[in-house]
């Protein structure tokens, strides 16, 4: 199909097409390798969408190809001490395998991006990993680089410790 049968949204948590969309893209992220191979939990699947709009601070966007959901963003506000302004951190990026390469991924990212710009946001921040080389080409040619102060520093690595 052509690239003009594809549009973004805002995701609205109560809108029952919106919801469904965001829990079964983020269950074919989770399956993948690049998102850690195995599919969202009972206790997600039932709840994620309230926790998701218990939270002003995160937002959603949605890419469908005419009524079929393709592609979403799940993004987080944080905010920079050093700048004192909102960031947003894309925290879930997922366009189905059978529509990559059709700039599905780009939109999403220019519609994260105006709405990060409209709460005032002085950055977009991500995480990818090493391996996902196609994800950190895209996110190169959108103009994200590797965090870093200093260079004689290095640059920043993610780390995390869960919590029980």
């Known amino acids: ?8 949204v805002r995701v609205r948590y109560d809108d029952p097409t919106h919801a469904t969309a965001l829990v079964g893209l983020l ?5 993948d ?3 850690g191979g195995e599919p969202l939990g009972d206790f997600a699947r039932a709840n994620l969408v309230d926790e ?4 002003p601070f ?5 890419a469908f190809d005419c009524d ?11 905010f920079s001490t050093f700048a004192c302004r909102p960031l947003v951190n894309v925290h879930d990026v997922v366009v189905l395998p059978g529509h990559r390469g059709r700039g599905i991924a780009a939109r999403l990212f220019a519609e994260t991006e105006a709405i990060a710009r409209e709460r005032g946001a002085c950055k977009l921040t991500l995480e990818v ?4 080389l196609a ?8 103009g994200f680089d590797d965090y870093r102060l200093d260079p004689a520093m290095g640059h920043a690595q993610f780390m995390q410790k869960w919590l029980d």
Request: charged share 15%; proline share 4%.
């Open 27 to 31: 269950d074919v992220y989770a399956r």
């Open 68 to 78: 079929t959901p393709v592609g979403l963003v799940n993004a987080i506000e944080g």
């Open 33 to 35: 390798q690049a998102g």
């Open 52 to 55: 998701l709009a218990a939270r």
């Open 1 to 8: 199909m052509a690239p003009s049968s594809i549009h973004i």
């Open 135 to 142: 994800a950190r080409g895209l996110y190169e040619k959108l």
């Open 129 to 132: 990993l090493s391996g996902n």
């Open 58 to 62: 995160i937002f959603s966007v949605l």
